[in-house]
């Protein structure tokens, strides 16, 4: 995909704030310092659109920027480890489950998985509530410069292991780096069939 056209058009606190109209979405969420921004701008080929931090829980809205004039990625806050106050973690995560469950528009969330580790729990929870509100998500490993591609797939294989004690069918998953653009063409290639079947 040529991308013509990249617009931060906003942040949200409630879904209710979020753009109006149809166009379809696309979520991007992780354990906070996934690498979620840099891996939206490393799609999109800008290198500053997401502004990325080093510090934990900096992304605290809901983040709209308008593709091609034709769809959004959506940046969500992080979950996971933020130095905030448990009221303000609350507030994040009601924020999350109402826009993933509510948002009618939103064709696909990609949950982002540091490919540097093995499973852990806060990832495989999170996971699996996709399964209890029924939406449609797929998995990104991301960082897959920083480890060898062995580690990545033993990685890979222990995840889909531990997703398949509660998934009869596994997620589409992709491999993705930041810095040297793995990844790219195949997460392009299905954010297009998704919206071609969601028309």
């Known amino acids: 995909m ?5 617009i931060f058009k906003g942040s ?3 879904v209710e704030q979020c753009p109006p109209g149809k166009l379809p979405e696309f979520a991007f969420i992780g354990r906070s310092n996934v690498g979620k ?3 939206i701008n490393m799609l999109l080929s800008k290198k500053d659109l997401v502004k990325v931090s080093g510090r934990p829980g900096k992304t605290q809205s809901i983040n709209h920027f308008l593709i091609n004039d034709g769809f959004y990625f959506v940046d969500l806050p992080g979950y996971g480890f933020a130095a905030v106050s448990k009221k303000e ?15 009618e ?4 969330t990609f949950v982002l998985i540091d490919a540097r ?5 806060i990832d495989l929870d999170f996971i699996n509530q996709f399964g209890e509100w029924q939406i449609p998500f797929s998995i990104i490993f991301t960082k897959a410069d920083k480890v060898g591609k062995d580690v990545i797939a033993s990685h890979k294989k222990m995840f889909e292991e531990r997703l398949s004690e509660s998934w009869e069918n596994l997620p589409p998953i992709f491999i993705s780096s930041a810095e040297t653009q793995i990844g790219r063409d195949e997460i392009f290639k299905y954010v297009e069939e998704m919206m071609v079947e969601g028309k």
């Open 105 to 108: 528009q939103l064709l696909n």
């Open 89 to 103: 973690k609350h507030t994040w995560k009601k924020m999350i489950a109402d826009f993933l469950q509510q948002r």
């Open 12 to 14: 949200f606190k409630t």
């Open 2 to 6: 040529i991308i013509k056209s990249a």
């Open 37 to 39: 921004s840099s891996l």
């Open 117 to 121: 580790h093995e499973p852990l729990k």
